[in-house]
């Protein structure tokens, strides 16, 4: 295109003025459009993540006159590591895992069943399978379409051939994933995770841990929501999304912080109790010093109380961290550790009463007003169960007076568990990314899917 006939300096300014012009619209697309970043893993967490912080630091700052912690939990055990700060949970994914037994489920090698040519079931439609994700309500042109309600074909499955059948990839389950993982989960359906952004249209399902942000895509084969920080930082929203994953027990696949897999060996709950020597005080590691409940508020009254409390993270920081850093082995110094969630939100329990019970100590805790549903009677003391603060600083100086009152909170470690606790917990003996795997699978072959057990359940098998 021909430059106006004028100066050649005047060419430069239009030149200078067109290149402006270009690197605002630029600018625009990629900073005021978040989602136009949506190109690449690396561009999307830490992109997302920027924005997620600012948010809710925005937020926070109205409600609260502070910053929140920017991973409200994210904890530090022997088992850690040192980039894993990111996710609560992320230290799961670098630690080894249970060795695998390859079951000799027939299913293995299934392929989804043919889709129906029949006249449609007439249940087809019914949503009497509570068990049964909501459907998405998006537009999702590329996503398979599985006729839940099927009548289960599998059992009629030729079993004994599907078994000796070589198990290759293409039999997987393949998951996409916003979180760093990539590797063959040990699992009883052959399962692999990926972050590999070149395979998230051929996956089988995505994994988003987007705190807050909806599906970005709209063309994922099934596209699943995952998150572990409370709804009361990031609302839990399926915007997009077909399948919770989360911590709340009503996400079809459940991800609790407790997770047998995780939590054996030393970190076994019920590890024997502290040596009678710990401190006659409260350990107290929170960094997020703006909750949502105000525990530091209620560590502050505690100290006024004259019950010895040791900040050793940066809320209300008041002793040195040992240097050895590890959380677990901090704790088991200690007749007691401040298990205070950042917010009292239903089944919001993390690992801070858990990490606490493995160090055989007595968490006090602040938290879940269903926290009774989650750990043995008689192993915590909630606060909530006292009428100030005031109260519960006077049973703390009578439990620490009173070896026998002290005691009565270590009782049910050399007890068998209690039997709803064994059960409730029961499927954590797989990891939150096989039970991803059978979900998806179980889609995939039209079965129905138990969130009890979190397997696949047919007429004759629950896998
Ligand atoms: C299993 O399938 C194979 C090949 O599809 C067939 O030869 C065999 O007879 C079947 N066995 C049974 C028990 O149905
Ligand atoms: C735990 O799960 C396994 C496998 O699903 C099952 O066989 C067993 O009966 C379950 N145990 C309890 C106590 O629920």
């Not at 030149?15 to 690396?42: E, R």
Request: hydrophobic share 30%.
């Amino acid at each position: 295109m021909p430059l106006p006939a004028c100066p050649p300096p005047m060419r430069l300014l239009i030149i200078a003025f067109t290149l402006i012009v270009f690197c605002l619209a630029f600018m625009h697309l990629t900073v005021v459009a978040p989602l136009s970043l949506l190109k690449g893993v690396d561009h999307l967490t830490a992109t997302h993540e920027a924005l997620a912080g600012f948010k809710t630091t925005l937020s926070s700052l109205q409600a609260t006159g502070a910053p929140p912690d920017p991973h409200p939990s994210s904890i530090t055990t022997a088992n850690n590591n040192k980039n894993s700060n990111d996710n609560n949970n992320e230290n799961e994914y670098s630690k080894p895992r249970v060795a695998v037994t390859p079951q000799e489920h027939w299913f293995y090698n299934r392929k989804p069943p043919p889709s129906p040519s029949s006249p449609p079931n007439p249940n087809s439609n019914s949503n009497s399978n509570t068990n049964a994700p909501p459907e998405s309500k998006s537009s999702k042109p590329n996503r398979k379409k599985q006729n839940r309600n099927d009548p289960v074909t599998a059992p009629q499955d030729n079993r004994s051939d599907s078994v000796e059948q070589p198990q290759t990839k293409q039999n997987s389950v393949l998951v996409w994933t916003t979180m760093n993982i990539n590797r063959n989960e040990p699992c009883d359906v052959p399962c692999e995770y990926t972050s590999d952004k070149a395979l998230r249209k051929s996956a089988d399902a995505s994994v988003y841990e987007l705190r807050g942000y909806r599906a970005p895509y709209g063309d994922d084969k099934m596209s699943i929501l995952l998150q572990m920080e409370g709804e009361h930082y990031y609302p839990i929203r399926m915007d997009g999304y077909d399948v919770e994953n989360t911590y709340r027990w009503s996400s079809p696949i459940k991800k609790p912080y407790f997770e047998w897999v995780h939590y054996a060996g030393e970190r076994d709950i019920q590890n024997p109790s502290v040596e009678p020597n710990a401190i006659d005080g409260v350990s107290f590691l929170a960094r997020n010093c703006g909750s949502r409940n105000d525990r530091e508020g209620v560590v502050r009254q505690l100290m006024a109380a004259g019950i010895r409390v040791d900040a050793m993270s940066s809320c209300l920081h008041n002793h040195p961290k040992p240097a050895n850093d590890d959380k677990v082995t901090i704790m088991r110094g200690y007749k007691f550790h401040a298990a205070f969630e950042n917010g009292n939100v239903r089944d919001y329990v993390t690992e801070k009463v858990y990490l606490a019970l493995a160090a055989g100590t007595v968490p006090i805790y602040l938290g879940a007003p269903n926290i009774n549903e989650f750990v043995p009677a008689g192993s915590i003391i909630n606060v909530a169960d006292f009428d100030s603060v005031e109260a519960l600083a006077q049973h703390l100086k009578d439990s620490m007076d009173d070896d026998i009152l002290y005691n009565t909170y270590h009782a049910w470690r050399y007890k068998p568990l209690p039997e709803w606790f064994v059960e409730k917990f029961n499927f954590t003996h797989s990891t939150t990314e096989c039970r991803t795997c059978r979900y998806v699978r179980a889609k995939q072959l039209g079965l129905q899917w138990d969130e009890v057990s979190q397997r696949a359940r047919t007429a004759q098998v629950i896998w």
